[in-house]
């Protein structure tokens, strides 16, 4: 049972919210090899990298789904993106969610709600694997990722790039499926254990 004094999280309906495109976003690499080298190559000019992550929370059935951006047919991962030098987090997160999500028309302005972090992951080397801890030998680790939680308000409107797919996948789906999802985004549900969802229907 979850204790009252647990911070509560407003889930609303996937109906509620509407969903529009717009001009693709290209993806700056094109394999995780790519990716990894242009890491390498920011870690020489700016340091280690810090990312910042969405967790944007809807409900069907009168369960959590979480929105998930799908690259391609198989690769998942949450809105978010790497923060400029010295920016401020919650303001990276708004300026990378507007560039992810956000209707680029003064009729629609974004108003993103950035709650709590729930999460710290870090990568250790310039590899694949991240760690929900820095391994302690490890002094100059290469990236930073932190999970927040953004409140949604009972109705939004989201803007996806055309060349992405936003799904909504139940807490269900996600939990232990470390293959598909990989470990961050699919130990999500344990980090959201300690939240009372308030499943408003509407």
Known sequence: MVSS???????????????????PKMEKDTSVADRLARMKVNYMKEGMRTSVEAILLVQEHNHPH??????????CKLPGGRLKPGENEI??????????????????PPNWQVGECVAVWWRPNFETVMYPYCPPHITKPKECKKLFIVHLFEREYFAVPRNLKLLAVPLFELYDNV?????VISTIPQQLSRFQFNMVSS
């Open 5 to 23: 004094s647990s911070p509560v999280v407003n889930v609303y309906p996937l109906a509620n919210y509407t969903f529009g495109t717009k001009e």
């Open 66 to 75: 979480i929105l998930l951006l799908q690259i391609g047919n198989t690769f």
């Open 91 to 108: 303001e990276g997160l708004k300026r990378k969610l507007c560039s992810k999500l956000a209707v680029n028309s003064p009729s629609f």
């Open 179 to 183: 293959q598909r999802y990989g470990p």
